[in-house]
């Protein structure tokens, strides 16, 4: 007897994915033959795929079609951390999970501090600042996204050199929609919430010396420490 309703299809779907009759990184079947599988009209199929998507458990890929993706794995990291250390705690979060991952430090430059970078940091308008552009990912899949920000001036005098039991880190969380674009790099649906993180991490006199934004799936990554009472100088 053919599935007929939305939940049924859509529960039948998912624990084909999940048992690995779908494998993981290879398309579902065409919509044609979902109709005639399930005797449905596209609609159901349509809207199954959506659901599915939202889950986290396919994405849709051009010219391929709906890709099943692994199932989600969390991982619980810090952010009250010292920056040189969290290539360290990223991969032994995902150890702990049972699975790979690694934070990579993709670029670094020297460019003018915007107004509002310099205005956290402390720093005269236009002020070198060095960028460092830093991914994510668990099983090759992006999660977080990161900027840090320091002054060029304090950079060897005062970020590498500071004790790190003497540093003072602010942590401030929102959460918000992801764009178009951020949608696309995360792989989650449009409009699906991400944890919008600035960290700003201060010496024991209470000048500045780094700035993280730090953008992250919250289905894939939990924040130990983000609801912590915020401490600053």
Known sequence: ????RLPEVLADLRTKILD???PVGQPLPHTDVLKETYGVGAHVITRAMRELKEEGLVWRVANKGMIVLGPAVVIEIPMAI???DEPT?????CRRAGITGHLTTLLSRATPATEEVAHILRLPAKAKVIISEIRGDIEGQ???LDQLYWSMERHDARSYDVERSTAVVELQTRVRPASPKEASAFRVS???PLLDITRITYDDTGQPLQLLRRLVNPQRVHITDRRLPLTSP
């Open 142 to 144: 992006l999660v977080c």
């Open 1 to 4: 007897m053919p599935v007929v």
């Open 20 to 22: 690995g009759t779908y």
């Open 82 to 84: 010292d920056f040189r």
């Open 89 to 93: 705690a990223w991969a032994a979060a």
């Open 190 to 192: 449009r409009g699906s």
